[in-house]
Nanobody
Framework: QVQLVESGGGLVQPGGSLVLSCASS????????VTWFRQAPGKEREGVSCTSQSGIVYYSKSAMDRFKISRDNAKNIVYLRLAQLRPEDAGVYYC????????????????????WGQGTQVTVSS
């Protein structure tokens, strides 16, 4: 019943922007932490940003000051604004959710999350 669906990916030039959406259903978003991960070919899945159940927001070092996560609990949507995009930002972006408290040591660990979307592709190229 719990489901996440990502959308908004596409092709952008370096320096460009995208807004990704993670639409949730089957649960109350306000009770969940939601994290955006990304995975490029040949690389490990890495946490990008988290909007935690506790209200704390986390960013990876590379995402900090360039990306912005937000949530609309009434609409059950979590957004990730990607700005100043670089080729190394390319990959499949996934959102994931779980209802337990995450911290600065756990928010970016994929195994902490039990619900995942199918991913949306972000390509950064000239």
């Amino acid at each position: 019943q719990v489901q996440l669906v990502e959308s908004g990916g596409g092709l952008v030039q370096p320096g460009g922007s995208l807004v990704l959406s993670c639409a949730s259903s089957g649960f109350t978003l306000d009770d969940y932490s939601v994290t955006w991960f990304r995975q490029a070919p040949g690389k490990e899945r890495e946490g990008v940003s988290c909007t935690s159940q506790s209200g704390i927001v986390y960013y990876s070092k590379s995402a900090m000051d360039r990306f912005k996560i937000s949530r609309d609990n009434a609409k059950n949507i979590v957004y990730l604004r990607l700005a100043q995009l670089r080729p190394e930002d390319a990959g499949v972006y996934y959102c994931a959710a779980q209802e337990w408290v995450v911290t600065y040591t756990t928010w970016n660990e994929p195994n902490e999350y039990h619900t995942w979307g199918q991913g949306t592709q972000v390509t950064v190229s000239s």
